[in-house]
Nanobody
Framework: QVQLVESGGGLVPPGGSLRLSCSAS????????MGWYRQAPGKQRELVAT???????TYADSVKGRFTITRDNVKNMVYLEMNSLKPEETAVYYC?????????????WGQGTQVTVSS
């Protein structure tokens, strides 16, 4: 099993920046992708950015050029650098790990961290 703990959320003004961190523990050797998702009030959870263990990155179109995902495989961390934040990006941001263990795929979520973009 994999456990995820996010940190770094908070209140930021429009146009500001924030860096989210996610720490993974447990069966980290089984992880093949990690990423960030977000869920705004009344909306479905959506993909923000992911990165596979081979370094392949995927971004939502709405964040391309403003957000950057990075993984530190030595520290078992994944980060999301967010720039030029917009009020509509206020949401709970979740870290996710996808992996395979004992022949079965799994997906694990962190508890989420609130990001509020407001003046």
């Amino acid at each position: 099993q994999v456990q995820l703990v996010e940190s770094g959320g908070g209140l930021v003004p429009p146009g500001g920046s924030l860096r989210l961190s996610c720490s993974a523990s447990g069966s980290i050797f089984s992880i093949y992708a990690m990423g960030w998702y977000r869920q705004a009030p009344g909306k479905q959870r959506e993909l923000v950015a992911t990165e596979t263990s081979f370094g392949r990155q995927t971004y939502a179109d709405s964040v391309k050029g403003r957000f950057t995902i990075t993984r530190d495989n030595v520290k078992n961390m994944v980060y999301l650098e967010m720039n030029s934040l917009k009020p509509e990006e206020t949401a709970v941001y979740y870290c996710r790990a996808d992996g395979r263990e004992r022949g079965s795929d799994f997906g694990t979520w962190g508890q989420g961290t609130q990001v509020t973009v407001s003046s």
